[in-house]
């Protein structure tokens, strides 16, 4: 195998509770992902414009911005209009995921999710399958 190594894609995981946030993070990491965490709407903001993901995955229940307005104010902005937004969140319904789509989420899993899906939701997003 010759040329430069491919460099990990780059999650923007996002979810206030820190044991879903560590789970996930390991189980991305193991899977050669290269993930950021962020805990609040506010951090995820600022690091979807400094940290350059190829997705992000974003809990819609945060304790300061919730994720329908994180969504909605990543797609106004240039910078973060394309960066594929994964819905993981605690509730399932189907008023809820036409919601997230709305603000601009491309894809809406339910909590509890397992981790496989949600890498195969990533690789989808990321046109790796």
Do not use: N
């Amino acid at each position: 195998m010759s040329g430069t190594p491919r460099t990990p894609f780059r999650v923007l995981f996002v979810d206030d509770d820190s044991a879903t946030r560590e789970g996930y993070r390991a189980f991305l990491a193991g899977c050669g992902y290269d993930v950021t965490p962020a805990a609040t709407g506010i951090e995820a903001l600022s690091l979807a414009s400094t940290s350059a993901p190829d997705v992000i995955v974003l809990d819609l229940g945060l304790p300061d911005i919730d994720g329908w307005e994180v969504a909605r104010r990543l797609r106004a902005v240039p910078g973060t209009l394309a960066i594929p937004i994964i819905a993981l969140t605690g509730s399932d319904r189907e008023q809820e995921r036409a919601s997230a789509m709305r603000a601009g989420c491309d894809r809406h899993l339910g909590k509890p999710c397992v981790p496989a899906d949600l890498v195969d939701a990533i690789r989808r997003c990321l046109k790796q399958t």
